[in-house]
């Protein structure tokens, strides 16, 4: 049980939340994040463990991250997140206000999941899974979701996509606007339908076929990089075209010429493996590539990948506390 109370608030609160103190605490900015860490211990990089972009104060941790922009996203909340004041207690102040109870409830539920799922990144290596942490913030407002969300998860992984039991699952997506700038993602899956990784990039693009090739070109080399983990792996791109050019290895329908290079690269690094399979899919299945896609696009530098920023914490024996 949460209690929330202070001249901020102008009336009291309660919330069933999994810590008591978890939002007392970041209210009043008394999260370890590693923003406040720096502060008080100075050998400890202020940056963000998740995304390596910004210093990770309690507004990137729980709003601004690219992993958390993406839960919030996710979570059909229909928070602005581009338009949030810049002060995390004042969006409490707003959320404690103008929001009805099960949105509210929701609301204070993912911020403490995406905490937790920080936590379990920073602490245990384990990986920051947003599908997870909306799925375990949902449970915790509406426990009789279990049997539901299993259900959505057995078909968005199995009778979508038709999925071999060993078989990983790359989403791929660019994005591109008319100055050129482009944003390509890649989101890996592990067989059991878990977040494994993912990887996005910015560069430039002549047109947005040239950008989404060169996210199927990131695509496949992660793809091919993941060889050694996985079996067998199956992308998923939204353009028909590509993937229709990609499986007959051949780049005649290819409409812009600067894609035709692009393509042709693709099918170069293909040329050696048999299992890798390029497939359609909807947009609407791409949700998460697509996002960070377009986030990568606005942003102002690559993204690390998950899990090479892990490899890097562990090798550089990042000093960790524990909090619980
Ligand atoms: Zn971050």
Known sequence: MIFI???????????LLGSPLFLWRAIHNALPTTHRLHK???HISPICIRCALQEEDVQHLIFG?????????????????????????????????????????????????????????????HQFDVQSVI?????????????????????????????????ALLITDGSWDQKGNMGIAAVVYDPLGCLYNQVSKRGVAADALTA??????????????????????CIFSDSQILVHCVNTRSVQDVPSWQAIQVVQQCIDELSDVQTITVKHAKREALLMAHTLANDARKGDGDRL???????????????VWSLD
Request: with cysteine; aromatic share 14%.
């Open 212 to 233: 989404e090739s060169n996210a199927l070109l990131l695509a496949i080399q992660q793809a091919k990089s993941l060889l050694r983990v996985f079996t067998k792996i």
């Open 65 to 125: 991250c690219p992993s958390s922009r993406t839960v919030w996203f996710a979570s059909n909340m229909g928070l602005r997140i581009d338009q949030l004041p810049n002060d995390f207690s004042v969006i409490v102040k707003n959320i404690l206000n103008d929001f009805q109870e099960d949105h509210r409830k929701m609301c204070f539920s993912i911020m403490w999941q995406i905490w937790k799922g920080r936590c379990d990144f920073y602490f245990k290596a």
């Open 135 to 167: 799925e375990k913030a949902q449970l915790t407002v509406y426990p009789k979701l279990q049997n539901v969300l299993i259900k959505q998860r057995k078909q968005h992984f199995d009778d979508k996509y038709e999925l071999e039991k060993d078989m």
């Open 305 to 319: 990948c998950i899990s090479q920023n892990q490899q890097d914490l562990r090798a550089s024996g990042f000093f």
């Open 40 to 42: 008080i211990f100075p």
């Open 5 to 15: 109370c202070g001249k901020n608030f102008g009336r009291v609160q309660f919330y």
